[in-house]
């Protein structure tokens, strides 16, 4: 069985969920919840948008395209999704990194992407 890690956020505070329509999480809970075994660290809870889509299909994963049979019904810009760490740090260093929910961020993000990064990628920061 595999046990996930504490659901805390970028700020030591409780996870809040970043999506349940479409359910999103390496767990399929909602929110960016990881554990040893998400070796893509699925921790990043960003707001996709159509340039995101695009660059990730370009990149080799289609976000976009329904796969009923496994019960995704395909992104679109507006939805959150939690994204793999490396993925969202490969973007930003493209300059194609999409924002973030900080809130909805793992604190296990931070051993990949740095907080300052995150932060000024923030959708929930004042």
Known sequence: MIEMDESVNVFGEPLESCSEAPMTGFFRD???NTADEDVGSHTVCIEVTDAFLEYSRFRGNDLST???EHGFPGLKEGD??????TRWYEAY???????????????RALEIVP???LRRFAVDLN
Do not use: S
């Open 93 to 107: 260093q493209l300059d194609m990194a999409p924002r973030v929910h900080l809130l909805r961020t793992h604190q």
């Open 115 to 117: 907080m300052q990064l």
């Open 80 to 85: 959150r999704w939690c994204l793999c760490a």
């Open 66 to 68: 329904p796969m009923p």
């Open 30 to 32: 909602g929110c960016c």
